[in-house]
């Protein structure tokens, strides 16, 4: 399959089965999806595997957020959570922004590569990202942000395809408007 078919064929899978890639195959995919456009080769990010007891603690992590006792059963939703975070680095070249950009491009790429693979994902969000007892749980520093975890699991057997329309490029797509002709200036 090339990247292209990859990429077109690529779908978020709300369900997945209990199989999921080992931590060697996962390594695998990470340092390919770390080649990832980096302005100054910041390397602004890392990834979190979660397994395990680790979606328990991540689960009463979400539940304090909320305001709630006990545990979420969000984290278990799929085998493997892999949480993405953006770790900025001081630069004067390279803006936050921008920073957060690569790391949002290794997570999206690792999801590419991870559907490729075989293996069911989809990048799951919420406000909890951002709270103080979800960042602890993760053993954030000061100069990191949570931005969200991508859930893994086996693909379980579908005829249906994937709910997203194709992209119409035309619609997205344009060139840089034409410049306005100064006085006194050849266009």
């Known amino acids: 399959m090339t990247a292209l078919e990859a990429v077109r064929a690529r779908r978020s899978w709300s369900r997945v089965t209990d199989d999921a890639p080992t931590p060697s195959e996962l390594a695998e995919l990470v340092s390919a999806a770390g080649r990832v456009a980096d302005h100054s080769s910041l390397r602004p990010w890392r990834l979190i595997e979660l397994r395990g007891s680790d979606r328990d603690r991540l689960g009463r992590a979400i539940s304090k957020a909320s305001g709630d006792k006990g545990r979420s059963s969000k984290p278990l939703r799929a085998p493997l959570l892999v949480a993405i975070v953006a770790t900025y680095r001081k ?55 949570l931005l969200g975890w991508l859930y893994v699991g086996g693909k379980p057997p579908t005829d249906r395809p994937g709910r997203r329309k194709p992209v119409e490029a035309a619609d997205h797509l344009s060139r840089m408007p034409a410049g306005k002709k100064r006085e006194g200036t050849k266009a």
């Open 91 to 145: 630069s004067e070249k390279v803006p936050r922004w921008e920073q957060e950009a690569v790391a949002s491009g290794v997570a999206h790429t690792l999801s590419l590569l991870l559907d490729e693979a075989g293996w069911g994902v989809i990048w799951r969000t919420g406000w909890y990202t951002r709270h103080k007892a979800v960042a602890k749980a993760h053993g954030l520093g000061k100069n990191e942000a």
